[in-house]
DNA sequence: TTGCGCTGGTTAACGCTGTTAAGTTAAACA
DNA sequence: TGTTTAACTTAACAGCGTTAACCAGCGCAA
């Protein structure tokens, strides 16, 4: 008989069930319990697929960086212009970000204690998102559109400001008189505004 | 004899051992009965001051909040330009996410699901920081030197903005090649960049 | 065909968690 | 002196992540 009961590998079924879980109630009510009754096998089976809870969390965590990646990537193939390129890849992140909470969630929002574990070199391969936006920013600085010192700095400056917007919206702790599209448009406007070459301003302005 | 065996009441020792077990060993090693150890009571007598342990930590959270405001006002009271009074509470609001890493997690960074129990009427204790930057906002706009549509949407995108900078840093993910000074200062700026209006512009880049 | 060893699980247990119910001690007061 | 009450403790429940020990069934060599 092949590994796990019905279909599909034990392994592929946990962590199928743990995103489902994730969806449904969130990461902090997540448990190696709760799982293996969602897939009606013992909790301890987990831990022949996976040394312990952390380390199924990053596997999905990969996943998600993996999807994530993938939209950016398309996104930056599609335009053309560094500042609409640019304008586009936050616009994406911010809507990842929304249309995927428990990815987002355990992919950015874990406690810092926690992410230590999380192994660095893992780190790199999610940091490749970030890199379309370094390479868009410094190639429109070198066609004189945008006014910054250094193109990595900028674009973890920038990446930051959309975690925060994101953080806010999925925490739902935007004010309510605020409506959310505003704040996002606020956002990356402002943001766009901040990079731009004060010559390449009114042409955003006038958008 | 009086509440609480040797100084001070007994509630007023459990939020001390609290906040100092906090900033020791960080939120999610936090438990009722390490409190209990640590001023030595047993774990039950906590619950004859605070209903449970998310109302002891929102009461933390309302000490934090209160600190914050007080830095923030007395910055904004330093400042009679807008301009540099919007830059000052930015940077404070950064310097005082760093400097209370334990104040700011359970502030800003607890977990959505967890937040939800905060009573929504102390969250109109905790923008009152926010209204300060709402007001010079106004204020800077009358003057002409912002522009910007709604004082209120862009000064939540801002918070949003130095709140990502400051989680970042706190978790520790930003890019070891990048200096966190020069980090703060291209966010700040980048900000400040996308609310100014052209005519002012010029004279920041000059600082 | 018998018996060994491996694969893929299981059950039982440890020490931890937040929280509740019931019990206890000592002071305050009629 | 007897009773009430405030302040706290002990014992327990259900759930948590994780480990150690065990066991069923299969492939395969003797």
Redesign the pocket.
Known sequence: ?T???SDGT?RRRILDATRHLLVAEGYTS?????IARAIG?????I??YFQ???ALVHTLIDEGFGLLYEELREEAARHDDPVARLEALWRRYVAFGLRNPEYYEIMFMLHPERMERYPPEKYRRARRGLELSIQTLEEGRRMGLFAIEDPRVTASAAWAALHGAVALLLARRLDVRIDPEAFIDTTIRTLLRGVLAPEALPQMAAK
Request: glycine letters at 4%; a positive charge.
């Open positions: 008989m590994k796990a009961g034990l997540l448990s190696m319990r709760k096998c013992s909790p301890t089976a831990y022949l312990n809870k952390d």
